[in-house]
């Protein structure tokens, strides 16, 4: 990543200034739903966010869907099957079908805007059965999690949630520090800091700062 400029924010300045940008944004492959990333290590909260331009948006009378990737883990059985393997945890342990298949397939063009907002519980591990939710046109759908820049999702705007190794190492649980290496490989491979249309760094967390 190159040197990109930062401004210190608040989160709610951040979440409404976000919200107010996302009403004129227009997909760009004609869909009705506008489809935003809200990328980031789970350490980076990038769901708070999320969860805080959603409620911006309600003030401008503008229907969202959370949606977090963590709803779309794979059966233990299989996320585990190399046991805590950085690799497997990179390339296998996110149900990348199942995305495309219940979130982004109803909000192409011409679908029809029902989306399922999770498929798995990873505490019981077992399916959630919850029901769809139909996001109606106009609407738009925030999806937040790790990785999420690396699988050509039809994202119309992007967000990257910003953390220094060392600020990800402190704020990542010790026994999820195994999952380190992947998000190096990430940032190696994907290089989201330099591809995202909006970087959020994140090292302290109460003093966020942005490239808007």
């Known amino acids: 990543m190159g040197r990109v400029r ?14 107010e940008r996302l009403l004129d944004l227009k997909p760009t492959d004609g869909s009705p739903w506008t489809r935003i990333a809200f990328d ?9 966010l999320a969860e805080r331009v959603s409620s911006a948006l309600r003030v401008h009378g503008r229907p969202s869907l959370v949606v977090g990737t963590e709803g ?6 299989l996320r585990l099957e190399f046991g805590r393997d950085a690799e497997s ?7 990348t079908g199942a995305l495309w298949r219940e979130v982004f397939g109803p ?7 029902r989306v399922l907002p999770d498929l798995w519980d990873p505490v019981t591990d077992r399916a959630t ?27 119309d705007l992007s967000v990257h949630l910003l953390l220094s190794p060392g600020a ?12 380190l290496p992947a998000f190096a490989r990430y940032e190696d491979e994907t290089d989201p800091a330099g591809t995202a249309d909006v970087l959020v760094r994140t090292d302290d967390p109460r003093r966020p700062a942005w490239n808007g």
């Open 6 to 19: 930062l401004e210190a924010i608040t989160w709610d300045r951040l979440g409404d200034l976000l919200a």
């Open 40 to 48: 980031g290590a789970p350490a980076a909260r990038p769901g708070d």
């Open 72 to 77: 779309f883990l794979r059966p233990a059985s």
């Open 89 to 95: 945890f990179y390339n296998g342990w996110y149900d």
């Open 107 to 113: 909000l192409e063009p011409g679908g029809g805007g």
């Open 129 to 155: 059965r919850s029901p769809y939710v139909p996001l109606p046109p106009g609407g738009l759908l925030l999806l937040h999690g790790p990785f999420l820049l690396r699988h050509w999702f039809p994202f």
């Open 168 to 179: 990800l190492r402190r704020r990542t649980p010790e026994a999820e520090h195994w999952t």
